[in-house]
């Protein structure tokens, strides 16, 4: 399984342990949520999520250790430390249409009570797709372990 690792260093050296609690944040949430690029080291996350959304979803794993950070202060370490973890605009590959229909919903709704429940769905979908990437990973593993036994076949495309 590919995993997510730092590929750049600060400047000095030195960070903030917030500083590196958001690293590290980043990082698992790409571990368990993102398909690596065939053909780059970049990692893409699903399209329902944003920016904005994710550092939402950190603040509530930070803010009850007093390791948060501002919006802007996050959007420079994604920048400058974590740029192989992108949200691609346009993906070359197949499009989920539950992360679609969710990203066009939340950005439509103003009622509170729906925008909560279309958040509780896309969490879900992440959780799902995850579990089912590590059960593939988990596949590939023994089709390599034991080629004689096993064959592990993906079949690119989100909504099959």
Known sequence: QEKVILTKSSRYGR?????MAVIAFLQEYANKYAEKSPDSNKFHLPSCCTKSSIYEEMKTDLVPNNLMISFSHFMKLWRKEMNHIAIPKNSRFSKCNICTSIKINIAKTRN???LEMLKARRDC????QSAERQKYYK???KARSYPSKYL?????GMDQ
């Open 139 to 141: 596949h590939q593993t």
């Open 125 to 128: 979908h992440l959780k799902k």
């Open 152 to 156: 592990s076949v993906i079949i690119d």
């Open 15 to 19: 960070r903030s342990v917030q500083s």
């Open 112 to 114: 509170t009570k729906e």
